[in-house]
């Protein structure tokens, strides 16, 4: 369905997105991409003297570190692009990515315990249909989610032609387990957890998700790819529980800047690690070795990634305090590097039950219009995230001031039909 300023967000146009909770039926086609539909959104905000400024898709502006530039060299390419690598990584690499771990969490990972994956996408798209290829329980179809997440989660239950099933999350973001149906626990092989999460930036109790998992026999997936953009208290990995029944997915992308060399891992559990890496292997999944041998520079270094948390921090805290300025409810995060604002207050329900344009998409064009900043609206995440737009810190601080000038010189308060 296409609103009255062409852009498709009025309610009902989230039947376009991975249809969570239904099981794939034939003729299967894949649904729109969530950040293909931005492009109205885009054209508002070009007019903008200065253009646009995108902060829709989560991919890091920075470069990665020189030390990482200086790795993925021609020397590199050289020394191990004839033949192919091994798709669990090298030895190098899985060494480097547990000794990470280890300095971050205190956890000694078995060599057996940590492979690497072509990015992070790629694993949480197919996790699902690799678990259901080797269960024994054929009533085990349901992949459980956090009911506002990356939308990867619910896609790789559909492309696995299993059930996507939300789990609510509490009014602070959290994954709320309590609210599984019986019936719902005991059809789900897989339970995704992500903390801090996109969009919400909300830390969950990584404790009582292994707990939950185990108690019912369901692996638990923890995607911690913003782990070290965590802002409140300690960082946290599922791997704290110990390993049994657990699985934690960790990206470069976001912790060094490397989202174009595709690379991350994942940890936990040595038979699921083994099955996995097996049959990665037959799939032809593998990271580039230069890649490698980048990946094993910045794993082995922290440094760059405390400077880049204070690049993220200042731009969270320049754009939180200007959208609140603005009438926004725009508080920092727990984690990450999205702010997941809101108008203030929220309209009711009943105002948006009329087939109007969802308030996600007014305030994403509010502020395409106003700030001439590209934002993502919430129900992106999730048919519960309506009220709600994802701010991804992903523009260097003078583009963010200009879209903060430009709010501040309109003047105006967001105000989405209160
Ligand atoms: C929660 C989450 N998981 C996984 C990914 C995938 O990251 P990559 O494939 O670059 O490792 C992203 C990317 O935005 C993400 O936000």
């Not at 502020?367 to 994802?390: I, K």
Request: proline fraction near 7%; glycine fraction near 10%; charged fraction near 20%.
């Amino acid at each position: 369905m296409v609103n009255d300023w062409g852009l498709p967000g009025a309610k009902g146009a989230v039947a376009n997105l991975p249809h969570r909770g239904k099981v794939r039926r034939e003729g299967w086609r894949p649904p729109p991409y969530p950040y293909d539909g931005l492009s109205g959104l885009m054209e508002l905000a070009q007019h903008h003297d200065g253009g646009a400024v995108d902060l829709s898709v989560g991919t890091p502006c920075d470069p990665p570190s020189k030390a990482v530039l200086e790795a993925f060299s021609i020397k590199a390419l050289l020394a191990t692009s004839g033949g192919y690598p091994a798709s669990i990584g090298s030895l190098g690499f899985r060494r480097s990515a547990a000794g990470w771990i280890h300095r971050r969490f205190g956890v000694e990972l078995p060599a057996d315990a940590v492979a690497a994956c072509v990015g992070t996408k790629e694993l949480v798209a197919g996790l699902p249909a690799w678990l259901a290829l080797r269960s024994q329980d054929p009533n085990r179809t349901v992949v459980l989610y956090p009911e506002i997440s990356y939308p990867t989660y619910a896609m790789g239950a559909e492309l696995a032609g299993m059930q996507a099933v939300p789990v609510p999350c509490d009014e602070l973001g959290r994954l709320d387990l309590s609210q599984v149906s019986d019936d719902d626990a005991a059809r789900a092989m897989l339970l995704w957890v992500n903390s801090p999460s996109n969009p919400t930036g909300a830390l969950s109790d990584l404790g009582s998700a292994a707990r939950w998992g185990r108690e019912r026999g369901v692996v638990v997936a923890s995607d911690e790819c913003y782990v070290e953009l965590t802002w409140t208290g300690r960082r946290r990995s599922i791997l704290q529980e110990g390993l049994e029944g657990l699985l934690a997915v960790h990206s470069l992308s976001k912790r060094s800047n490397m989202a174009g060399l595709r690379v991350g891992f994942y940890a936990g559990d040595p038979e699921l690690v083994g099955y996995l890496s097996e049959v990665r292997k037959h799939a032809g999944l593998m990271v580039p070795g230069p890649v490698q041998l980048a990946a094993i520079v910045a794993l082995d270094d922290d440094e760059h990634v405390e400077l880049q948390r204070q690049i993220y921090k200042e731009r969270l805290e320049l754009f939180s305090q200007a959208l609140s300025c603005h009438g926004l409810n725009a508080p920092m995060p727990d984690g990450g590097f999205y702010i997941w604002a809101s108008c203030s207050p929220e309209p009711a329900e009943s105002d948006i039950s009329n087939g109007g344009p969802l308030p996600s998409w007014e305030l994403a064009r509010w502020l395409a219009e106003v700030a001439g900043c590209v934002v993502a609206p919430g129900d992106l995440y999730g048919e519960t995230a309506s009220f709600h737009v994802r701010v991804a810190m992903v523009q260097p601080i003078e583009r963010l001031e200009l879209a903060v000038n430009r709010m501040r010189l309109a003047g105006s308060h967001c105000s989405t039909r209160q």
